[in-house]
Structures are given as structure tokens and as C-alpha cells.
């Protein structure tokens, strides 16, 4: 089902926001009996009343690296969630419309309210909301209880098993997966209660280009909720576009409720970082629902937009007319203590290292990122390469392809508005070497490329000859990752050049289609330093990259070479396995955000193709 809504939670004179994050209660379940809860009712009442042990657990956050429990760390399963809440009466008195919104929970969750099931939500990292007036108690106190079960199937994006073994207490429940990260689980993203009047302003898509240097453009289009909205009188969109200094610079009157166009004469164009004085330039497009001129609005809602082009051929990335050439990285949310638990201080330095070492871009990878992360992304000019979250598929069939496209569905619905979003990745990884790709991957992009709001459709692969690619016939971009002189090669930074180079034409030869290289790196542990280099040193790091900017920069010559995204922009917690140690390494700043050598090299090189030296 098309996603309708979620438009993010703001503040306005017909809205109220109010956060419920903070500390919460959490009960474990028994591993080896998830429906325990449910079947003991567990929602029916406070978890207090439960004989189960109770936990502090804050949200946002990751539940596994909170306490010193082993147990909770590795748990497979569901865990239970509970907070109570006050709604003040006059939002009853008012007529107004409660909504509860999670940002995201990972990885599958049902919400309570009072008692009374609210809301279901499967894949992580996205958000999910209802309408909950009828299960509230105003003016006095309410419950919310959320189940959480973290495990992964053959079915879930991304895919992983439970295994069930001995151990020297009994059982053990494992589960395992083939992705290289934590299955980090919990309330990842904040949670909030908010209101709408009862005709609002249900959801906005909007469309930007530059038709000349000067001329912005926003075509937009608008759903209004309550079905009644035809049958109010003289209802029509107050539609203000406002500059950084909140003058006014394009209005209209919109009778229909649903389309219309905005021109902006002078307009700022939406530049990214380092490629203007003033990147991340945004408007904001206020909308206000009236009846009639003198009346307060029915409903205001204000939303952020840059306004630039987008366009892409055969050889070419472009924006605002200009070709891009991508500097970054591939991400984690991830970070001590609070795992993929949204941080807006680890955030704020995140952006603040991009910003020190010169990229414009990063990948999601491998799953969407918060929207909160969306909208610095904006703000600071970072291109962002939206990744949904498949990761290593596999198995190729009907029922994994439809919640594939789920994600994708829901992924960009979330995310098109963002100026800073240049290109959906609909995959990483995946076993495209095998036949049953083909129609699966086929499928997959023409549903995508129907929904893809004028972006380019790329994904990572890894096949080691690009005509084995059962999936990167169906791109716009071509992606690849390769690890040589780590995963291939292991200590030859001698066999980095000329291979990577080679490579690169070869996907280009077979596709005829921009190409990008989402992934290179080796894993280096900070504070060892080996003469000559030998891996895992930050000396081998720094060859390793000095090695392939020398590609990258043969590379260049050719125009459709559009850019490097080094693996990882930060080390970052992993399952355990004897080939990590305390994680992935590959960062090239610390899991605490501090730079390895490595760093200062990238540094010099993105500043100088930044600034074409
Ligand atoms: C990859 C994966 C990434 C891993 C990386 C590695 O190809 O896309 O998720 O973390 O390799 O370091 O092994």
C-alpha cells in the first residue's frame, strides 16, 4: 500500500509536537518463547505488574550495549517497551486529531495505546505513525507499550537466520546474518505525539529545477485530509515561499487544493558543499489552509525546500547544469554506547568532519538514515545516495521482492522533498551472479523507476566481471565495491592501480552508464604504525588510498567516472567473527570520531579536486 502522510512532525499555530522520548521501561523476553507477552497479555497492563524484570532503557537508543548484560547485548527476539503520557484535555475540546509517530524501530514493532493494539510497522530504519484519538484518556494519564522483535528472516529486508544450538546452558537462539554490521535493535528514533486539526494538511511532494540560471521552479502537489474538505466553503492554500530572511519571494492562492507551480525570480539555487560560497541554501514553503481571508488558518504547515536540478545521461551526473564529480564515503549510524540510537551531537560532528576533510556526498549505506540526518544533509550541502536496507540477498522470490519494494516505497516517499538526495540505492551486495537476479532485479527497478521523483536508480555490486551482473543492466549508475589489496591481494598495494583501472572500464564498456566506486578501504587499527606498510597499520591505509587515487585520477580523465566513496567514514560495531577485532575498522576516523592518518590525506585530496588545484 502507498504510503500517504508522514510528513515530519513541526511545530506551527495550528500544531502542537510533543516529544516522548526520554527513559522508558523495557522487559526481555524469554528467547526461547518471543509470543511469551503476548500470550500473558503483557499490554494489558504495566510491565511493573508483570514478575518480569524490569529495565531503564532510554529512546532514543539501541537496547544492546546499554547495560553488562551479555544477554541483552546478544538477544534474539522480542523485548517490551513502556511509558506513560498526559494529553491535556483541550486537545479533546478542540476537535483536534492525535498522532503517534516512531521514527523508526528496528526491526519490527506493535504499538498499544491504553491496552488497545495502534500500530504495526516491519523493516527498520522507517518511520511509522497513526492516528490515536480514540485510545486516549484526556486529561489524564496513558500507556503506550511497544513490542520489538529484532529477528531476522528470509523474508525481512535485510535477510539473516535463527539458528537454534546447544549450549552449556541448554539452547541457545542465534541469529546470523551475512551483513557486516551489528543488528542493533530498539527505538532508534525519537518518538513523537502530535496533533493535527481535524482538515490538514496530510502530505506535500514537491518538484524543483533551475529552468535558467535565474528561474527557480516548485511544482508541488498537496493531499488534504478529511474527506470533507470539498464541502467547507471557500477553502483554498495561502502558498508562501520564504527566503532565509523570511521575506516572501513567490506567493499563490491555490483554489484546487492539489497542484500548482511556484516561480521564483533570482532565485538561490540548492548548491552542494564547496561547489558555491553559500551551499545548502533553503526556502521555506509555508502553506497555510484557510476558509477565508480574515479567518485564522484552518492548518499551517512550513517545509523546507531547496531548489535545484537534477539530470543524468549516459556520461554525466548534473546539477544545476553542472557535472558532478562525488568525494565520500560510505556510512554507519553507529557509535558507542547508544549503537544506531539517533544522536543529534554525534550527528552535529559527523557533519563537522565532512565538512574538515572536503566531501560533498555519502551513501546511506546500507539502510535509510534518520530524517533528522536528511535535514542537516540539506542544510550543509552533502549529496546523499538514499540506500534502502537490503543488504546480500541471495534468495530471489515473490514474497522478498514485494517487501523490497516496500522499502523502496517507503524509503522515497520519506525522502523526496530532500534536495540533497541525488540517486536511490536499491541494493548492496547482492548475489546477482545468479540467473534468478535477472527478473527479480528487472521487476524491482521498473516498479522503482516509476516512483523514483526524478532521480537516477544506482546499487553496489560486487561480481568481480561486470557481465556476470545479472542486476546493474537495470541502473542508471553503475556502483561497484572492490577491497584490492585487502580482500583481493592482501598486502600488495603494488596491485591497486592498474586493476581498479580496469575495472572501471569494464563496467563502463558493458553498461555505457556513469560509473562510481562505492567502496575501497582496508582495515587499519589507530595507533599502529608499521615501516614498510603492512595491512592493518595506518601506514597501509595511506598507500592503500595513495594507490587509489592514482586510479581514480586515470580515471578521471574519462568523464564518466563520477566519483570515490571511501569504506568507512567511521570504524563501527559488527557481529562477532574472528576477522573484526572490536569491529570494522575500515574508518577513517575512529568509532569516536577522532582521524587516523589516513584522514589528512583524504583531506588534501578532496580539497583539491574541490578546488580543481
Ligand atoms: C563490503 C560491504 C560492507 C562491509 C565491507 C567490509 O563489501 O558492502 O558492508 O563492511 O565490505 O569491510 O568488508
Known amino acids: 500500500r502507498p504510503t500517504v502522510g508522514l510528513l515530519y512532525p513541526r511545530e506551527s499555530e495550528t500544531r502542537e509536537v510533543r516529544s516522548l522520548d526520554g527513559v522508558w521501561q523495557l522487559l526481555k523476553s524469554n528467547a526461547s518463547d518471543p509470543l511469551q507477552g503476548i500470550r500473558e497479555e503483557w499490554y494489558k497492563q504495566t510491565l511493573r505488574s508483570t514478575d518480569h524484570e524490569i529495565i531503564f532503557m532510554p529512546v532514543p537508543a539501541s537496547y544492546n550495549d546499554m547495560t553488562v548484560d551479555k544477554q541483552l547485548r546478544d538477544h534474539v527476539g522480542t523485548v517490551w517497551y513502556e511509558r506513560h503520557f498526559f494529553v491535556p484535555v483541550h486537545w479533546s475540546r478542540d476537535r483536534v486529531r492525535t498522532w503517534l509517530r516512531f521514527g523508526s524501530v528496528h526491526y519490527q514493532a506493535v504499538v498499544w495505546v491504553n491496552g488497545q493494539l495502534a500500530l504495526r510497522h516491519s523493516i527498520g530504519h522507517l518511520p511509522f505513525e497513526g492516528e490515536i484519538g480514540r485510545l486516549i484518556n484526556y486529561g489524564s494519564e496513558n500507556r503506550i507499550t511497544v513490542m520489538v522483535d529484532n529477528r531476522l528472516g528470509n523474508r525481512t529486508i535485510p535477510q539473516g537466520q535463527v ?144 531548489i535545484r536540478s537534477l539530470s543524468w545521461n549516459n556520461n554525466s551526473l548534473t546539477l544545476n547544469g553542472k557535472p558532478l564529480y562525488l568525494r565520500g564515503f560510505g556510512k554507519h549510524e553507529d557509535s558507542d554506547i547508544r549503537g544506531k540510537g539517533l544522536d543529534n551531537a554525534v550527528l552535529m560532528r559527523d557533519f563537522n568532519l565532512l565538512k574538515w ?50 522499502a523502496l516505497e517507503q524509503l522515497i516517499h520519506r525522502d523526496r522533498n530532500h534536495a540533497c538526495v541525488i540517486a536511490w540505492s536499491i541494493a548492496n551486495e547482492p548475489r546477482t551472479k545468479k540467473k534468478a537476479a535477472e527478473p527479480y532485479f528487472g521487476a524491482l527497478a521498473n516498479y522503482t523507476k516509476s ?147 589516513a584522514a589528512h590525506l583524504l583531506r588534501k585530496r578532496y580539497h583539491a579536486i574541490a578546488f580543481k588545484l
Request: proline share 6%.
Open 163 to 306: 539458528i537454534k544450538q546447544p549450549s552449556d546452558e541448554g539452547v541457545a537462539y542465534i541469529q546470523t546474518y551475512t551483513f557486516d554490521f551489528f543488528n542493533y535493535a530498539g527505538i532508534h528514533r525519537s518518538v513523537h505525539l502530535y496533533t493535527t486539526p481535524e482538515t490538514y494538511i496530510q502530505d506535500i511532494e514537491l518538484k524543483t529545477q533551475i529552468t535558467t540560471n535565474e528561474l527557480g521552479r516548485i511544482d508541488y502537489h498537496l493531499t488534504i485530509g478529511n474527506g470533507s474538505v470539498s464541502t467547507v466553503k471557500n477553502t483554498y492554500m495561502l502558498v508562501q515561499l520564504r527566503d532565509r530572511n523570511n521575506v516572501v519571494v513567490a506567493h499563490q492562492i491555490n483554489h484546487n487544493l492539489q497542484n500548482g507551480t511556484l516561480l521564483i525570480p533570482n532565485v538561490k539555487p540548492w548548491w552542494p558543499y564547496l561547489m558555491h560560497p553559500h551551499p545548502g541554501y533553503m526556502y521555506t514553503l509555508e502553506l497555510q489552509l484557510k476558509v477565508d481571508s480574515s479567518a485564522a488558518p484552518l492548518d499551517v504547515y512550513r517545509h523546507p525546500v531547496g
Open 357 to 406: 576533510i572536503g566531501a560533498n556526498a555519502y551513501r546511506t549505506s546500507h539502510y535509510p538514515y534518520s530524517e533528522e540526518s536528511m535535514q542537516f544533509a540539506d542544510e550543509h550541502g552533502i549529496m546523499i545516495i538514499d540506500e534502502c536496507p537490503s543488504v546480500n540477498t541471495d534468495i530471489f522470490e515473490p514474497q522478498l521482492l514485494e517487501n523490497h519494494m516496500s
Open 451 to 597: 516512483i523514483a521523483q526524478g532521480r537516477p536508480l544506482t546499487a553496489a555490486a560486487n561480481v568481480d566481471t561486470p557481465t556476470a551482473c545479472m542486476m546493474s543492466q537495470f541502473l542508471d549508475i553503475i556502483g561497484f565495491n572492490r577491497y584490492n589489496a585487502w580482500y583481493h591481494n592482501p598486502g600488495r598495494t603494488d596491485m591497486i592501480v592498474q586493476p581498479m583501472y580496469d575495472e572501471a572500464r569494464k563496467w563502463h564498456e558493458r553498461y555505457r552508464k556513469p560509473v562510481i566506486v562505492f567502496e575501497y578501504g582496508g582495515d587499519t587499527m589507530e595507533g599502529y604504525h608499521s615501516l614498510p606498510a603492512y595491512i592493518w597499520s595506518e601506514d597501509y591505509q595511506t598507500e592503500l588510498f595513495s594507490k587509489h587515487f592514482k586510479a581514480f585520477d586515470k580515471l578521471r580523465e574519462l568523464k564518466w567516472f563520477i566519483g570515490e566513496f571511501v569504506w568507512n567514514f567511521a570504524d563501527f560495531k559488527t557481529e562477532q567473527t574472528f576477522t573484526r577485532v572490536g569491529g570494522n575498522k575500515k574508518g577513517v576516523f575512529t568509532r569516536n570520531r577522532q582521524p587516523k592518518d
